[in-house]
């Protein structure tokens, strides 16, 4: 059995901020398989879009700490100097983002921009890098490519400038996509057609694919697997049937009995999480959602306040793990108002 | 009388230049009406440029519309001026999406719920203070920290601080632009929860604008669909969510990734329908239903007339030729 194509083991990010430190991403490890999507979800300073930076060594590293491995179809990535690291960008993971037209060049021709990217890893004509962008353009479902590769970022809508990354993405044929936040700025159809190009691309490029998201919605639609981060932490962890149908940390049953839906009973109160994600800042022992958590009375001593739980194996042959101090806490779940999305 | 309507809209219109200085001018709203009961809540959905957010700033006459009439409590306030539009600022206020730009950052909390209360005169100057630890408490934050400057709050502290500057001036209508799209879910929760909390308490009607419809169908009483500045569906939650008729809120259901799918059966596969609409300018497809290049039903009629919002049952209504 081969390895999977991502490894990352014990990735820590950390920020030295003002005298102090801030942990954005602790301890975090997870693998993607090729051909595989995995969703990294949590909330804003959770450590999503931190440690996927980190992946690519995105991060400032006159400002960052970054420690632990990270290994892309074999080669370790943290590191890794900034020369060998830039070839790798592109050629064997790329990242899109959530602004594509923050990201795109508002003076350079989007064909131009494509066949930019294929350029620094090729050595081949203009005309041949051209002839490239135009076929991404194409592949990513853009009408009419050749004409269109001729226009400028501001000729194209939200929806459109997003294909634009993907195929920029895309033209030197990564194994890895690492996609943050890519649909949450635009409408929920256009939405739609970017999963669907994603998911289509992966299959047909038999590519890996990290999504990171907020949006539970997002990855029920188009995710294998899900990791969802807490105060820098991975807290659970598993294929997205089992986590999410079968949920067996408290944060993750919270964030899903906070979301109204589109079916089932409407109306009445929602049942929040209450209070805020604890301060990064502060280098807090125990479990990081005890604060938050209505379940710590239910465990022997003061435990959840003063022990980090481990990642627990839950259910599928050690796949669905989670970081909870309950022995049972399916079954804690079960016992309490039924999930209104059942 | 419990039936008046609070707010009639009818026929409105606004138009922009679709350049600075130039001619050319797309319509973003587009002969909408609608009304609105005392203590209801209308949702409004659609995509981007759909005239949702315009159709707020004219109810609150942040815009003039060009065409049309805004009656609130039978007075028609569309076209009043500035000095006389200000009785009417009280009954009628904006919660905004940005709790980090839609506060003065150098005011305390303090200072931004006092301006509205001596603004508008709503409390003796000797009862500002105490008025001010009662809309905190309000919203569920510590009257203590009406001190402190919106960079020392959350972001569902933050929207929890406009909403009590809304409920400074004691408004019968609140108009709320996405005011939960920019928090976090756990976050977004408490704060819809707040304001059910306080449309039961204070009887407040809403027009409450979103993108997202799981959030709209669990706060409103009807929902109205916008489609290029127009309405093409209007109805009771129940009817619009359970038997939308108009082929574009079945798109945008469908469009619509939901965990309760996952629980219920086997994930939806995606579907990719056509490309998206931009703003109607105007001359281009002014003749005929405006969504029929995206319609999976369309038929030769929709080409040749614009179909009319169409009663189907009561107090539902959808604009299409098929359907």
């Given amino acids: ?173 990564p194994k890895l996509l690492i996609a943050d936040e ?112 209505e379940y710590p009375a239910r465990v022997a001593g003061d435990r959840c306040r003063t022990v980090l739980p481990d990642l627990a194996v839950r259910a599928g042959d050690g796949a669905h793990r989670s970081r909870c101090h309950l022995a049972a806490p399916a079954a804690v779940f079960a016992g309490e108002i039924a999930p209104r999305l059942i | 009388m419990p039936d008046v309507p609070l707010l009639e809209v009818r026929d409105l219109v606004k138009q922009f230049s679709a350049r600075p200085g130039g001619r050319r001018t797309v319509t973003a709203v587009d002969g909408v009406a609608f009304d609105l009961r005392p203590g209801e809540t209308l949702g409004l959905v ?51 999406q940005d709790p980090y730009s839609s506060l003065n950052p150098r005011h305390t909390v303090g200072d931004i719920l006092g301006t509205a209360l001596r603004v508008h005169d709503t409390v003796p100057r000797s009862q500002v203070a105490h008025r001010i630890g009662e809309l905190l408490g309000q919203v569920g934050l510590d009257p203590a920290h009406a001190g402190r400057y919106p960079h020392e709050f959350s972001g569902g502290q933050r929207q929890r601080i406009g909403i009590a500057r809304a409920l400074a001036v004691g408004p019968r209508l609140i108009v709320a632009d996405e005011p939960v799209s920019a928090l976090d879910v756990s976050i977004q929760a408490q704060v819809m929860n707040l304001l059910e909390d306080l449309r039961a308490e204070l009887g407040l009607a809403f027009l409450f604008i979103s993108h997202d419809l799981a959030v709209v169908r669990h706060f409103c009483d009807r929902v109205a669909v916008l489609y290029m500045g127009r309405i093409v569906e209007i109805g009771t939650r129940e009817q619009i969510y359970a038997d939308p008729r108009h082929p574009y809120t079945q798109t945008l259901m469908a469009a619509v990734p939901d965990i309760a799918r996952l629980r219920g059966g086997s994930p939806r596969r995606i579907r990719v329908p056509s490309a998206s609409p931009v703003a109607a300018e105007s001359g281009a497809q002014r ?15 929709c080409a040749e007339s614009e179909p009319a919002l169409t009663l189907r049952a009561g107090g539902h209504r959808a604009a299409c030729h098929i359907r």
Avoid at chain 1, 16 to 29: D, E, F, I, K, Y
Avoid at chain 1, 30 to 57: M, N, Q
């Fill in chain 1, 1 to 173: 059995m081969t390895d999977p194509f991502v490894q990352v083991r014990d990735l820590t990010v950390r920020f030295p901020v003002a005298g102090s430190m801030v942990r954005a991403v602790q301890g975090l490890s997870y693998d993607v398989e090729l051909g595989r999507t995995l969703a990294i979800v949590g909330e804003s300073g959770s450590g999503k879009s931190a440690s996927s930076l980190a992946l690519l060594g995105l991060h400032d590293r006159r400002r960052s700490i970054i420690t632990g491995s990270v290994r892309i179809g074999g080669r370790e990535f943290i590191g890794m100097p900034e020369e060998q690291l830039r070839h790798h960008r592109g050629n064997t993971a790329a990242m899109i983002f959530q602004d594509p037209r923050a990201s795109l060049h508002p003076y350079l021709t989007v064909g131009y921009q494509i066949a930019e990217a294929y350029r620094l890893h090729h050595r081949t004509t203009r005309r041949a890098a051209r002839a490239h962008a135009v076929d991404m353009l194409g592949r990513v479902g853009i009408a009419n490519p050749a004409r269109r590769a001729g226009d400028f970022p501001h000729e194209f809508s939200g929806g459109m400038c997003q294909r634009v990354m993907i195929a920029m993405a895309l033209v030197n044929d």
């Fill in chain 2, 287 to 301: 003749s005929g239903c405006r969504f029929r290049a995206r319609c999976p039903v369309a038929a030769p009629v």
């Fill in chain 2, 46 to 96: 659609g995509e981007s440029g759909s005239g949702k957010s315009t159709i707020g700033k004219l109810v609150t006459r942040l815009l003039r519309p060009d065409r049309g009439e805004i009656r609130l409590a039978g007075r028609d306030i569309s076209t009043l001026s500035g000095r006389a539009m200000r009785p009417f600022r009280r009954d009628v206020q904006l919660v905004f």
């Fill in chain 1, 182 to 293: 890519p649909t949450t700025a635009l409408d929920v159809t256009v939405q739609a057609q970017i999963l669907g190009l994603i998911a289509g691309l992966r299959d047909e490029f038999g590519s890996a694919v990290i999504l990171i998201t907020h949006d539970l919605g997002v990855v029920t639609d188009v995710c294998d697997d899900v990791l969802v981060m807490y105060a820098g932490r991975s807290v659970e962890h598993g294929p997205v049937r089992s986590v999410l149908g079968s949920p067996t940390h408290p944060y993750t049953w919270g964030l899903l009995e906070s979301l109204p839906s589109l079916s089932g009973p409407a109306g009445g109160r929602l049942h929040p999480i209450p209070g805020a994600p604890p301060d990064p800042l502060e280098a807090l022992p125990g479990c990081p959602f005890h604060a938050r958590c």
